[in-house]
């Protein structure tokens, strides 16, 4: 069973940010949150993990609420190539094989 | 540096032949997993192996398939008597330490396994 919950797709307009949620209720205190994508017919490629603290780099930027139940990825500019399946995945054990279940992802169409 | 490879990128076989998929890790990377997805669905996990320790085979749908790593680097993952319900792309990622650990883990093209 996937830990977290996404919605199935989402639409955003070239140019704009784009803003995924993820809910991960049951995540516990040492726990790292996930953000991979996969563009059609490619390997998922990572985006951008946090523990608790906001977390920004090159690609995204990624806001954990304080409760750390949820989570946002926002894509500052999303350009047409952005278009992809998003997932969080939440580990909900160290090490091991638990929490490595990907769910179905938010499918990010982005629209010219 | 080079990434994850995985042969062959596409593999059409017979319904009851064996099937092998191969991973090139990262070098140097100790954790490595195999996925499987399924026409329009995410990614189901099936086995994992971290350096010398004995895999988590957990995922594994059946006793037809199996996987090796050996010399703790390149991996293969084999399936005996193929049926058309394994007809999926099978993903292999590497992490240089258990993946969730403050560290991510980096995935392969895949290898997309057509059973007919």
């Known amino acids: 069973d996937a830990k977290t919950t996404q919605p199935t797709s989402m639409d955003c307009a070239e140019g704009r940010a784009a803003n995924l949620p993820c809910n991960h209720s049951?995540?516990?205190?040492?726990?790292?949150v996930y953000w991979y994508r996969q563009i059609h017919s490619q390997g998922p490629q990572y985006i951008i993990h946090?523990?608790?603290n906001n977390e920004t780099n090159e690609m995204a930027s990624l806001i954990i609420t304080e409760d750390r139940k949820s989570s946002t990825l926002i894509l500052p500019h999303a350009t047409l190539r952005d278009t992809a399946v998003y997932y969080c995945i939440v580990r909900v054990k160290g090490g091991g094989a638990d929490g490595l279940t990907f769910g179905k992802g938010t499918h990010l169409i982005i629209q010219p | 540096g080079a990434g994850v490879s995985q042969s062959p990128s596409n593999k059409v076989t017979e319904k009851g032949k064996d099937v092998e998929l191969r991973c090139d890790p990262i070098?140097?990377?100790?954790?490595l997993y195999w996925y499987r997805q399924s026409l329009g669905q995410g990614l189901e996990f099936l086995i994992y192996?971290?350096?010398?320790?004995?895999?988590?085979k957990s995922g594994l749908p059946s006793d037809r398939f199996s996987a090796e790593r050996t010399g703790g680097s390149v991996s293969t993952l084999t399936i005996q008597r193929t049926q058309q319900e394994d007809s999926a792309v099978y993903l292999c990622?590497?992490?240089?330490?258990?993946?969730?650990?403050?560290?991510?883990?980096?995935f392969g093209q895949g290898t997309r396994l057509t059973v007919v």
């Open positions: 070098s140097g990377h100790t954790a």
């Open positions: 049951t995540i516990s205190g040492n726990e790292y």
């Open positions: 946090g523990l608790k």
């Open positions: 192996f971290q350096g010398n320790s004995a895999p988590d």
């Open positions: 990622a590497s992490s240089p330490h258990p993946w969730g650990m403050n560290t991510e883990a980096f």
